[in-house]
């Protein structure tokens, strides 16, 4: 038994206990409500284009705001893992028969029900995360696990605390993204996840599981791309909440299905492409970077795109890196695809927690050129210490590169908004009047 | 559903884009030709036996005297003990023991070392990858594995040190043996025994004659204690070989003298593996698919030239990196091949609806500012 | 073909410690050709000094006096065009401390060919032989081999035939630079 779990001396017994949650309705509900808010606002921007105007876009509000997918996970009798990170490996919790539901969320009503067992200072989303677990809200209150990667300090503290509600295991994330030294240990920790993983199921994952999963979630990163390299042709044609809402469907939905939806939404994208391939007059594409962006306060993607941007590529692992690398499998024994992907989800993110910045850095300098965009926008959520301590250099390389960064320094709460409105406003006037020679599109130097 | 295979994304562009399907191709049709080319020049050459007279009768390294298909030694294990006579003249190896045991002028040897140098210039360790006939049969008990679903181990950078290192002492232990052995430095006639030291205990020499189905000139021969050494060398050095390959992959490609002698020619040939290091984000892909297990295609970001001594260009990392023009291989700065993400698209099939309930309404006091 | 000599440097190495000296050996061994280069052994000769080349015509052996060594040729090996790929010699040696002689093969045009028997009952220790070019005199165009390596030896020495070190260390010094380059 993990050590986390067998020293029972200072267990607490947490309400709500397994199975006879107590539920804060309010809290669920209001989280419920903001996220049809979400979608409602982001129709209501139907002057970005690009959203409204796409039917295939439908199915993906619907699972990240109906309760079609929250009901299918109520029916299921398969156990659900609440993976509290992009690190623990997806493929291993489904070839186990497990059901992965990522559930990083940054709803701020459910801060001060976390902060009754929380202190204030620490990381917003694990703050509102965790509130909504204790809150009874789902999807992270119908999981019967809970899986934290060691990716940083909250989440390390958090795993203790979600083992007086949930059965939790820990990933043991070494800090240095070392190949040679790094991997073995990585790859050991993988072993005991999938160890626990067959225990929590029950069911033994072989080479033919592993073998599925790993080709279900193959397909899936496919059509990711597929789409990521429509928008680097046509970057008009989904704006980034859209881009984000696909994202974010697949935190919690289906894996099959949400592929053979995306290439749907693909398909309807290249005929929008056909009819419209040059971008509006005025297109001013921007880079998201920083701490995620998570669901349902986009807030900052919000104020951005409603301020006239486009925010036409990201590095969030709440969006295009939670799908943008694939799983390479170099030799199809067991040994050799539990190394693919120990090794997919170790020295593939970019993740600022690591020591290195040099990664993000060429990430963020890739997208720049491929979307040639106009400026980078860091968001930097409060207490997000490593990804506030790589700003310095990001501030350096962008300089050097010519390009504009704009770093928003912000809360889940709501009371800034404004604020940032104003900051992003003015910041968006300063490249539309410097940057002109950084565009090759149509519509340099107009402003919306 | 369709099966995921290792295959995967090879058929929108079909297999005879990949690398690896005119690596195999090119290991193949040379070996053909090293290996059973003897047949061809036996038959066009010789129609009777003769004897070679350098070395006494008996010894490990008498060649079934006929001439080469090709009089050049190039880069690569081409060994010229396959049957029945030769395909080429042999390896550097045996011309640079040869030449040195019978004080061979510097203008017999220096057309064949350019012929060498040229050929190790133009493509670097190429020849390792995608030519050399000994480790084309290496390849096949490496796919034997592979077919068996067994796995593999791999060496980390000290061993990788160790092996060159051990490639070296082999080199420079030949060259010296040979130079030592010259005939007019005989004061017993031992050393004579020692004539091609490397050739003699060298896996290829009983390999290549045994898979081309005539049989080596000699399995093994007792008559001298230093013949009989050899002899148990030779057949150690086989099972080695043998063993290294269906478990290490490469792995003996470390320790080649051969590949030691071309490996100096990798860095600096126009024939170049070059990485964009913005599109890099060091996922490892194409540490884990090198057959030499080397790590430098993934750590090496300053320098965009990623050739070093030990690459055999197999490009197996420019199939697999899964970044789009991150990896490249330029010949004079021409580009041939790059890596690149290959999206299968699934066909078209009935969408499944989700499961629906009543929808919610949005309050009008809802926090919409969200 | 014309006239041609090579000079030969004929080393016979020691079979067994305990040869008496000044005693006669017999050498044998097989010189290797490539083809077109001699097509028949008749003006095979091996002689001890630089002489003229005697008469084809005239038995091989028959002139002691012309310091020419009474070879037998034991076997021959042709190519399909005729032309001999292999000649099997074999002469006597006279080794006084030295343990080295120098010896002048020649080929002349053909003439009848006449072979040299030895004596019956002769008994003497064979020994192999190593053929090693001699550099520094004036070879004529005869083809030989070095060991296993087919090699061409013309007329003219000297540094003309070492052009392949123009191109061999041209390359190699745009591999040196070019490494430097990309340190």
Not at chain 1, 312 to 322: E, M, N, P, Q, W
Not at chain 2, 160 to 174: C, D, E, N, V
Not at chain 3, 58 to 81: C, F, K, L, N
């Amino acid at each position: 038994m993990p050590l986390w779990e067998f020293d029972q001396r200072y267990r607490r017994p947490r309400v709500p206990a397994q199975g006879a949650r107590v539920r804060d309705e309010a809290v669920a509900a209001e989280a419920r409500q903001a996220a049809r808010a979400q979608i409602a606002r982001m129709h209501a921007g139907e002057a970005q284009g690009g959203h409204a105007s796409l039917p295939a876009l439908t199915y993906f509000e619907e699972v990240v705001a109906g309760d079609g997918r929250l009901a299918e996970l109520r029916a299921t009798s398969a156990p659900k893992v609440a993976l509290f990170c992009n690190f623990a490996p997806e493929e291993l919790v489904h070839a186990a028969g497990a059901v992965p539901v990522r559930v990083c969320a940054g709803f701020p009503g459910s801060i001060a029900a976390a902060e009754q067992v929380l202190p204030r200072d620490i990381c917003p989303l694990v703050k509102s995360t965790f509130g909504l677990l204790t809150s009874g809200a789902e999807p992270v209150s119908l999981c019967d696990a809970a899986v934290v990667p060691l990716s940083c300090d909250p989440k390390t503290k958090l795993a203790q605390v979600l083992t007086d509600y949930l059965p939790t295991w820990v990933i043991d994330l070494p800090g240095r993204r070392d190949y040679v030294r790094d991997m073995p240990v990585w790859l050991s920790e993988i072993r005991e996840f999938l160890r626990w993983l067959e225990k929590l199921t029950g069911k033994s994952v072989g080479r033919r599981q592993l073998r599925e999963s790993i080709g279900l979630f193959r397909r899936r990163t496919e059509a990711f791309r597929a789409l990521f390299n429509l928008r680097r042709r046509y970057p008009h044609l989904l704006s980034g909440r859209g881009a984000l809402l696909v994202t974010q469907a697949s935190f919690t939905d289906d894996v099959a299905r949400w592929t053979d939806q995306v290439w749907a939404l693909l398909a309807e994208l290249e005929g929008e492409g056909a009819r419209q391939p040059e971008p509006p007059a005025g297109f001013l594409p921007v880079l998201l970077t920083g701490a995620p962006v998570a669901w349902p306060n986009w807030k900052v993607a919000n104020v951005i795109e409603e301020a006239g941007a486009w925010v036409v590529a990201d590095t969030l692992c709440s969006g295009t890196h939670r799908l943008f690398d694939p799983v390479v499998v170099d030799e199809w024994t067991t040994s050799g695809m539990l190394r693919a992907l120990a090794l997919r989800y170790f020295s593939a993110p970019i993740c600022p927690c690591f020591v290195q910045s040099a990664d993000r850095m060429d990430r963020v300098i890739e997208l720049s050129r491929d979307f040639h965009v106009r400026g980078v926008i860091s968001h930097n959520l409060r207490l997000c210490q490593p990804t506030d301590m790589e700003t310095t250099l990001l501030r350096e390389v962008l300089k050097e590169e010519k390009i504009p960064l704009l770093v928003l320094q912000t809360d889940l709460g709501l009371e800034d908004v404004e604020q940032l409105k104003t900051r992003v406003e003015a910041f968006l006037e300063m490249t539309v009047e410097a940057g002109g020679s950084r565009s090759e599109r149509a519509g340099e130097g107009k402003e919306m | 559903m369709t099966r995921p295979t290792a295959t995967w994304g090879l058929r929108p562009l079909g297999v005879l884009r990949t690398p690896r399907f005119w690596r195999r191709l090119a290991q193949v049709v040379f070996f053909a030709f090293f290996v059973y080319g003897g047949w061809v020049s036996a038959v066009a050459f010789s129609s009777r036996e003769a004897r070679e007279s350098v070395v006494p009768e008996g010894s490990l390294v008498w060649t079934q005297g006929s001439l080469p298909l090709l009089d050049a030694y190039p880069p690569s294990a081409v060994c010229r003990f396959t049957a029945r006579g030769r395909a080429v003249s042999g390896c550097i190896v045996a011309l640079l023991s040869e030449s040195l045991t019978v004080a061979a002028s510097a203008r017999v040897v220096l057309p064949y070392l350019l012929v060498f140098v040229l050929l190790s210039f133009l493509v670097g360790r190429l020849w390792c990858g995608w030519v050399c006939p000994l480790s084309a049969l290496g390849d096949f008990l490496n796919a034997l594995r592979r077919w068996l679903g067994r796995g593999f181990f791999s060496v980390g950078a000290e061993w990788r040190r160790k092996l060159r290192g051990g490639a070296y002492g082999l080199f420079g232990g030949t060259v010296a043996v040979s130079w030592l052995i010259r005939p007019e430095r005989y004061k017993a006639t031992w050393q004579c025994w020692l004539f091609l030291p490397f050739c003699q205990v060298c896996p290829a020499r009983l390999a290549c004659p045994l898979v081309a189905g005539a049989g080596p000139t000699s399995w093994g021969a007792f008559t001298h204690p230093v013949q009989a050494f050899m002899t148990v060398a030779s057949w150690a050095v086989l099972g080695l070989f043998a063993v290294t390959f269906v478990t290490a992959r490469r792995l003996w490609c470390h320790l080649c003298p051969i590949g030691l002698a071309t490996s100096w020619f990798n860095r600096g040939s126009p024939l170049e593996l070059v990485k964009e290091p913005t599109r890099c984000n060091r996922c490892g892909a194409c540490a884990d698919a090198c057959p030499m297990s080397l790590t430098h295609v993934r750590d090496e970001k300053e320098h965009a030239v990623l050739n070093s001594p030990e690459c055999i260009l197999c490009l197996r990392c420019v199939e697999v990196c899964p970044r789009d023009d991150c990896l490249t291989l330029k010949f004079a700065r021409l580009p041939i091949v790059k890596s690149r993400f290959k999206v299968t698209r699934p066909p078209r099939r009935v969408r499944p609806r989700l499961t629906r309930e009543k929808k919610e309404e949005v309050r009008e006091d809802a926090p919409v500012g969200v | 073909m014309g006239e041609a000599r090579t000079q030969l440097g004929i080393l016979i190495p020691e079979a067994a410690a305990s040869a008496p000296p000044e005693s006669q050996w017999l050498v044998e061994g097989t010189l290797s050709f490539v083809p077109g280069a001699l097509t028949s052994t008749t003006g095979f000769r091996i002689l001890e000094e630089p002489g003229e080349v005697p008469d084809p015509s005239v038995r091989r052996g028959a002139d002691s006096g012309s310091g020419e060594v009474p070879i037998q040729v034991t076997g021959e090996v042709a190519y399909p065009d005729g032309s001999l790929m292999f000649v099997d010699v074999c002469f006597p040696v006279t080794l006084a401390e030295a343990r080295s002689h120098r010896y002048w093969l020649v080929a002349a045009p053909e003439g009848r060919a006449r072979g040299y028997q030895p004596e019956p009952g002769a008994s003497l220790p064979v020994i192999t032989f190593v053929l090693r070019q001699e550099s520094g005199s004036a070879p004529p165009a005869i083809d030989m081999t070095v060991g296993q390596m087919m090699v061409r030896v013309d007329q003219h020495p000297g540094l003309y035939y070492y052009w392949y070190l123009v191109p061999l260390v041209g390359i190699l010094a745009v591999l040196v630079w070019r490494k430097v380059h990309l340190r």
